[in-house]
């Protein structure tokens, strides 16, 4: 059996995972065109998964939406929200700078 055979029971209202390089979305299937194709936010997609952007020629792909799909976009989302938060440098306190600081290795006293 293919890899892949699990997209030709797709229905609309399905959900999926887009994959566009590192980056990866839950999307639902809009779509499905009466040649076939599967139309995914806004993006249309052959029965192998592959397809590209409307006005752009992206490597976009449908992935099974797994678990382990789930939760390792849970983690980079959680790691991306961190980064940004801790580039909001003009907000941040002396109490939460020591706290970053030691989170990381360093000492309290500014060395690191």
């Known amino acids: ?24 979305v839950v999307c639902s299937v809009d779509e499905i ?3 076939g194709l599967l139309k995914i936010n806004g993006w249309h997609f ?33 790691i991306s929200k961190a980064r ?3 580039n909001k440098t003009s907000n941040l306190t002396y109490d939460q700078a020591v706290k970053v600081i030691e989170m990381f290795g360093g000492k309290s006293d500014g060395t690191i």
């Open 1 to 24: 059996m293919d890899e892949r055979d699990w997209m030709k029971s797709l229905k609309v209202g399905d959900e999926v995972v887009l994959s566009c390089f590192s980056t990866k």
């Open 33 to 35: 065109t009466k040649d």
């Open 46 to 78: 052959d029965r192998n998964g592959t397809g590209n952007a409307t006005n752009e020629k992206l490597p976009v792909f449908i992935l099974k939406i797994t678990d382990e799909a789930i939760e390792e976009m849970r983690q980079k989302e959680a």
């Open 84 to 86: 940004f938060l801790l």
